[in-house]
């Protein structure tokens, strides 16, 4: 174990040991790791056990000793953390570094903030001060500083848009070689300018460079957040950068109310390279002010040690920008967003927090899902959007997704910002109707959900609560649970909705007694647009009968034995068997090997239509034991134009659109429909009427009007409607 995670241990048993009032075994934990190897961290950690203000102010002072910098002293005030006053001779300069800190609502603490800043060792400095339209006396603070000093000015915004805009109109007449920024009301030591300047001047090759920093409260008593043994990191208002190329590739920071530094920083190393930005370890040279009301402390948009809501949202929108786009280039003023934003970001958000914004239709899933889910919450989406709704997107996770993956690609495509959007913890909603898909997702409890009121809430079952119903088998969901966490989010247990019999068969034989309290509704299929999936023609013969399979690679989706799979998947030369999705679990029911005339694509390596299109037939056999929810597979088959066959138990949901046979008589009726042309092209023409009239966008349309109490139908183009 090296001697940082020694440190990182001894600061984490300390605190603990504090919080077990054992102050003093604390002290000796804190102590012992110095004597080992003194670390400015543990002497802020030593702030948290000492009640005095002078000694507090000792461990701070020590830390800085630690790396050569100039102590600090109490001078007369109120607040302690007012009080910091440290001196530095000045030095030469080289260049003008221009300072801008963003104001709002900040006359008790910016003159702090002020005071550090000229009182730097290096003289040369520009300090701007853009007011956000503050409705105290901060203009009047920053004035009487001008006055006495011409390095300070003031500059009015135009109307409260937070302080990346604030900080942009500063930058617009910034006259520094570099620029840096500081927070309004925190404090910075006399040599930070000087450090961060004479590093940039010594390495021409580095743009930009960040500063150390610790958070502290009013009363000296340091903090971590999220970082587990550590007090020191980097901080991110330091970034000093070279104005004139970081403006000309990068132009201005992304006109949002918080989280565009790290944004700004992205895209610096995007641009410049990562070894072109230099994080200095020179000892903590700003204290962090934390107060109750500190935004990356306290509020719901705040960072809370980890990203989520609408920082996560935003950070995965900025980083799909960086990968994509050719010029990182953000201009301000901003006309048009480079990337989406939550709306809570912007800088034109309702002012009113405690207002309710208003939705047509709340969808909440697990967004992220890769397979059929997401491709069905994308369809409804599409049609939502053809009928004019707006629509609000709400992520609840199933825990056994990495928590990095991001939103599903399909999903990406319909977020407009219009008449799509994330919503996030923090915001206010009410809708007319929420919609559940996966009854997974309301499993676990998770804290940072959206406040929503839904006058009805529909739970859409579109998968049975067991992988399958032989004897073990894996248990997904407990059904219980997520009508009560339903319940504890959205304050209605609303009317839970099979997406086909087969489910609905599953949930009222299997799941009796859990579904005895629940409102079990009307089926609730699974719609599709024809128009987008319909090949323009059938395909040319080929040598071979081309049979499609397209499914997620999991066993309960492949018949059980090597003979059934035989069967319906023939391995005979007059056959090629296509699968798109993996064939794994296949390769192990048949001792290991494929027959060499199938053809293997893995998941998401084609587009299922441009997959299905090519082929002749679609088969879709799976394992005995496995309820298919409905099988979304086998109608985008249908509306690409292939001919289906299944086994007889999907009859009641599919009607003469397929084509049902035993295992056994698979072959043979395929090579029959073959041979008759005319029989093949009534089959697709069945199959395609018969998708349009039950699964079309008119469907979802009437379903949704009977839950909103409205005609929807009207809204539809007559194609989509068909």
Known sequence: MDDDWRRRIAILRAESQALLGDVKAAWTTLQDAMAARPHADLHLALTRLEAEPEARLNSVNQALALHG?????????EVLYDRLHAEAAPVATGARVTIIIPAYNAETTIGTAIRSLLEQSWQDVEILVSDDCSTDGTAAVVEAYAARDPRVKLIHGVSNSGPYVARNHALKVATGDFVTCNDSDDWSHPRKIELQA?????????VANTSPQARTSEDLVFHRRGNPGFYLQPNMSSLMFRRVPAMKQLGYWDSIRFGADSEFLRRLKAVFGPDAIVDLECGPLSFQRQTETSLTGGSAFGYHGFKMGARRQYEENAKRFHRASDSLYIDFPLTKRP????EPMLPERSRDREARRNFDVVMVSDFRLPGGTNMSNAEEIKAQKRMGLKTGLVELSVYHLNPDRSLNPRILEQIDGDSVEMLVFGEKITCDLLIVRLPWVLEHWQEYVPDIEAKAVRVIVNQPPQRDYSPGAEVLCDIGRCADNLVGYFGQSGSWHPIGPLVRDALTTHHAAEMATIELGDIWPNIINVDEWRRPARPRPHKAIRIARHSRDQYVK????????LQVYPAHANFEIHVLGGAEAAREVMGG?????????EFGEAEPRDFLADHDVFVYYTHPAWVESFGRVIFEAMAVGLPVFLPPIYEPLFKDAALYAEPHEVRARIEALMADDAAYQAQVERAWAYVEAHFGYAQHAIRLGAAMGRDLLPALTPRAAA
């Not at 990337?339 to 939550?342: I, K, M, N, R």
């Open 558 to 565: 492949w018949p059980d034995t090597p003979d059934t799979m």
């Open 593 to 601: 090997a494929l027959p060499v005339n199938w053809f293997v694509t």
């Open 339 to 342: 990337f989406l934003a939550p």
């Open 198 to 206: 004479r590093h940039l001047l010594a390495n021409p090759g580095v």
């Open 69 to 77: 910098l100039e102590t600090a002293e109490l001078v007369e005030g």
